[in-house]
């Protein structure tokens, strides 16, 4: 018997959580990109409803300015509209005339909707032909670690992406979690013991100790 949840996530096309990523093959304004082409590397995927818009075009800004930040945390950029290149071509150019900013990483061109449906980005309920504000963080794996969701009228915070790469990246060398807007340097959390022995020990065992099964300790 498949469960519900797995019958409404097929139903819309969307992706799942620490499964692999849907496989792509595009083409770009930087040329053709493969998901594989981005093995070994952090990516972050993310579609926008058109070029030449307002609040699209502020996102796209602040992702481009926020650029070498991705890359100090080996991350790779790559936007997705339902528009030809040359769309994307004459958007980045006129983000370059009008506000001084270059756009450095790929666009894909998605005529063809193939990675914005195999990825969940065309939500009915939102427009059948353009992709909503969905940004999907992949792993050096391939495998989909996070995906966010905004609607066509509110841009997203690209702050909020640093920090969640930061904490994913933390998560995976240090085996712990993060706390509510966990900043880089500031306390983790213990995972909680999973036997009375262990919930038993926690107290003692040095951590800034709450109960047995909160306790964070500094990295």
């Known amino acids: 018997m498949v469960a519900t949840t797995d019958v409404t996530f097929a139903a819309l096309g969307m992706p799942r959580l620490n499964e692999p990523a849907p496989d792509f093959e595009a083409l770009t304004t930087h040329g053709v990109r ?87 980005m065309v939500m009915p309920g939102a427009s059948d032909t353009s992709a909503v504000r969905a940004t999907f963080v992949i792993d050096p794996q391939g495998i989909l670690r996070a995906m966010v969701y905004y609607p066509m009228s509110n841009g997203r915070s690209i702050k909020e992406f640093l920090r969640l790469l930061a904490a994913l990246q933390t998560v995976d060398a240090n ?42 300790k500094a990295l």
């Open 34 to 120: 493969k998901l594989s082409d981005y093995r070994g590397k952090w990516l972050m995927l993310f579609s926008h409803p058109s070029d030449f818009t307002p609040v699209c075009t502020t996102e796209f800004i602040a992702f481009a300015r926020a650029h070498d930040k991705f890359a100090a945390l080996n991350t790779e950029l790559l936007g997705l509209s339902i528009d030809s290149r040359y769309a994307h071509i004459a958007w980045v150019r006129s983000i370059k005339e009008n506000f001084g900013v270059d756009i450095r990483f790929p666009i894909i061109e998605d005529l063809s909707m193939r990675v914005a449906h195999a990825y969940g």
């Open 175 to 216: 085996k712990v979690a993060t706390p509510e807007n966990w900043q880089p340097g500031e306390p983790v959390i213990v995972p909680p013991p999973q036997t009375v022995e262990a919930a038993d020990a926690r107290k003692d065992e040095g951590y800034d100790y709450t109960d047995w099964y909160f306790s964070k």
